[in-house]
């Protein structure tokens, strides 16, 4: 089992930035992917970014590649989420998860999720 407890949201101005962190405790993350997803209301929970754990190899969805930075910190079992030129389109619940094995796009491949936080991006 694996516990993931989400921090870090807040209200912005867009061109904001800010940054989101994920503690996880329990199993070992050695063999883990540690994703970011996010879900607006009404809409579908879609992929962010994720990072493998064992390698630091990160991937990232379009809408935030180059504005959004994932990383962790093997030392603080924590990865983070750093978010730059904040839009408002960017505005929903952001959530944690972890998986075991290979990296995953899609948000049923994840095992484990944290409670999420809130970022709402004002125009």
């Known amino acids: 089992q694996v516990q993931l407890e989400e921090s870090g949201g807040g209200l912005v101005q867009a061109g904001d930035s800010l940054s989101l962190s994920c503690t996880a405790s329990?199993?070992?993350?050695?063999?883990?992917?540690m994703g970011w997803f996010r879900q607006a209301p009404g809409k579908e929970r879609e992929f962010v970014a994720h990072?493998?754990?064992?390698?630091?190899?990160?991937s990232y969805a379009d809408s935030v590649k180059g504005r959004f930075t994932v990383s962790r910190d093997n030392a603080k079992n924590t990865v983070y989420l750093q978010m730059n030129s904040l839009k408002p389109e960017d505005t929903a619940v952001y959530y944690c998860a972890a998986k075991y094995g290979v990296p995953a796009l899609s948000a049923v491949a994840y095992n484990y999720w944290g409670q999420g936080t809130q970022v709402t991006v004002s125009s």
């Open positions: 329990g199993r070992t993350l050695t063999n883990s992917v």
């Open positions: 990072i493998r754990w064992i390698s630091g190899t990160t």
